[in-house]
């Protein structure tokens, strides 16, 4: 199994890693990446304000929630290549063993609970950039908004993986806690897309 | 919580000195993590040597407190007591030949100042009111979404980053200008 410390790989290795197959890293990885360069933007028009009281609270805040998204492209990529390694065995095997398909089942679920985790940070990081979005450097204003653009793509998108791994209908929990991270962080982008036009 | 849990570290040497033993129980329940970080992570003992050093370093502060001049150093004395037994272990197994501090490679060098920046972190920050203790702890050690904190906490989602931003300023005040 090949390594998911994607902050040792050099930007164009890990986008040759992203196209290259179909292993991770794929899109959870790439979303909480993306999560993870929005988280980053915040930080720098947080730092570009030193107007703003609060402004060295909001950088320490979007590292942290920087640092995990990157962990969690990590953990996404393992996760999903376990499942796919599932996934292969159930389509070699033959006939239906129940065991093989509940042991199949639950690595699903574990490829789920990633973006599921992504998804909260995406609105987190566009909560976060909503807010210093409204109190930023008028400068750097439109920064802000690309990050919780960002940050709101990378909820949709992991959203959306929670929807595809689980194969739920809509009354699973899960799937509505991933669906209201991803509205928290649209609503909060199309606010201050809309304020920075 | 005993008594000594709530006194200055000055206070709780003094406590010490007249002999109570609930201030010996607190000063080494408030230490003994320290002396183990420094053994641990500043000196990559193992944990039968940290284990000697533990002991050695606290009966050496209960032997000799009655010199330490400054109570409000009882800490970086303690670190100090704690380092020389830790060269000393290092020493003996050969691993070094000298036991001055210039033995230290950087990497050790570092972590060291990371312990100790550690503690003087979790000290600021038990000086912090229990609603800033809670929220950092949410966000920082354990983690939790905004939305989590808000709906555990009772409070509107949209003003947790700012009452965490406060919290942090709080904080950097407690641990001084040089943070």
Not at chain 2, 20 to 36: A, H, K, M, T
Request: hydrophobic residues 45%; charged residues 30%.
């Amino acid at each position: 199994m090949t390594s998911h410390d994607y902050l040792a790989l050099r930007l164009e290795e890990l986008l040759d890693r992203i196209s290259d197959d179909g292993l991770a890293p794929g899109g959870g990885s790439a979303s909480a990446l993306t999560v993870a360069f929005a988280a980053r933007l915040v930080a720098m028009v947080a730092r570009c304000s030193p107007d703003w009281q609060e402004a060295g609270g909001i950088v320490a805040q979007a590292n942290a929630i920087g640092e995990r998204a990157v962990h969690l492209a990590g953990a996404d990529g393992r996760a999903w290549e376990t499942a796919l390694a599932a996934l292969r065995d159930a389509e070699a095997a033959d006939g239906d063993d129940p065991r093989r398909s509940f042991a199949l089942e639950q690595k699903l679920e574990a490829a789920a609970s990633v973006p599921l985790e992504i998804a909260a940070l995406g609105a987190d990081v566009a909560t976060l950039a909503a807010e210093t979005g409204d109190n930023c450097e008028a400068t750097y204003r439109a920064d802000a908004a690309a990050a919780a653009a960002l940050a709101a793509g990378g909820a949709a998108a992991a959203a959306h993986l929670v929807r595809v791994n689980l194969g739920v209908r809509g009354s699973d929990p899960r799937l509505a806690n991933a669906l209201a991270s991803e509205q928290t962080a649209r609503e909060s982008a199309e606010r201050l897309l809309e304020t920075t036009r | 919580m005993s008594k000594a849990a709530g006194l200055t570290d000055a206070e709780l040497v003094r406590l010490c000195r007249a002999g109570d033993p609930d201030g010996w129980n607190e000063l080494v329940e408030r230490f003994s993590r320290y002396v183990y970080a420094i053994a641990v992570r500043g000196f990559r003992l193992g944990d039968e040597e940290a284990e000697d050093v533990f002991q050695d370093v606290f009966t050496r502060v209960y032997t000799r407190l009655d010199t330490l001049r400054d109570d409000s150093a009882v800490r970086p004395w303690i670190a100090q007591l704690t380092r020389r037994r830790c060269l000393d272990v290092l020493a003996s197994r050969g691993r070094e030949t000298a036991v001055e501090e210039e033995v230290l490679t950087h990497e050790e060098t570092a972590d060291l100042g990371e312990v100790e920046e550690a503690f003087a972190v979790r000290e600021a920050l038990a000086g912090l009111s229990d609603t800033c203790q809670d929220i950092l702890d949410r966000f920082f050690a354990r983690d939790q979404s905004y939305k989590t904190i808000a709906d555990e906490l009772e409070i509107p989602p949209g003003t947790i980053a700012s009452r965490i931003a406060r919290c942090l300023g709080r904080l950097k005040d407690a641990l001084g200008p040089e943070t």
